[in-house]
């Protein structure tokens, strides 16, 4: 069965501290990895791929096929990174998103 | 970039009405949309994909008797909730795809609340 996981349902550190947060996937075949992000009172908005390989905002999330893990991590917090962190997975012919359960980053001052 | 939009952006209701949400891609045309819903605190669940003039699928466990949805032209997307009840009352989303493997953007969400 296709499932998202995320462990942690909130991760709060301080300002400049680095941030990993946690992914772990269950897909037979080949899947797509995405990370959505939304801020307070705004629309969840896609904020990178695996397949891209890109860096957006300083987060990064690396696919590692054979821990099943697609954490995202970015080395200095800022207080503007605070939100709603979603990490989904797409699979098969079909486009649909199976979304994790969320991991609220709250970053302090 | 890709602009969805959703109408209303929260309802309050009497118990046993019909409820209509849009869901419309203003600068795209969007052969797949898709309706999710959430609760409280909680995770997005996809309750169907809508392929434009075509029947919706829904997921395991969604009442399609329950759910009417319609994707009529490549820029809407209907929701209806039918005779609806307090379990009802929740956070429901649209995104659109312009099809293939594309991705899905994001409308801003329908806070529908049945009393």
């Known amino acids: 069965a296709q499932r998202v996981t995320q462990p942690e349902k909130l991760l709060s550190v301080f300002k400049g501290a680095p941030v990993e947060l946690k992914c772990n996937y269950s897909y037979s075949g080949s899947p797509e990895l995405f990370w959505y992000v939304q801020y307070s009172r705004q629309r969840l908005q896609l904020l990178l791929r695996h397949i891209s390989r890109e860096s957006i905002k300083g987060f990064t999330a690396d696919l590692n096929k054979g821990e099943t893990s697609f954490h995202l991590k970015k080395p200095f917090a800022q207080e503007e990174d605070s939100a709603m962190y979603y990490c989904a997975l797409k699979g098969g012919a079909t486009n649909k998103l199976i979304f994790g359960t969320g991991t609220l980053l709250a970053v302090q001052p | 970039g890709a602009v969805v939009s959703q109408h209303p952006s929260w309802v309050i209701c009497k118990s046993g009405t019909s409820v209509k949400i849009e869901c419309r891609s203003l600068?795209?045309?969007?052969?797949?949309m898709f309706w999710y819903r959430q609760f409280p605190k909680q995770s997005l669940m996809l309750m169907a994909t809508?392929?434009?003039?075509?029947?919706?699928?829904?997921e395991q466990g969604v009442e399609k008797d329950k759910f009417l949805i319609n994707h009529a032209s490549l820029t809407l997307s209907t929701l209806t909730v039918t005779s609806a009840h307090p379990e009802d009352s929740s956070f429901y989303i649209c995104s659109a795809s312009p099809g293939g493997r594309g991705e899905q953007f994001f409308g801003p969400g329908t806070r529908l609340t049945v009393l």
């Open positions: 809508s392929n434009e003039g075509s029947k919706a699928t829904y």
């Open positions: 600068d795209f045309q969007a052969t797949t």
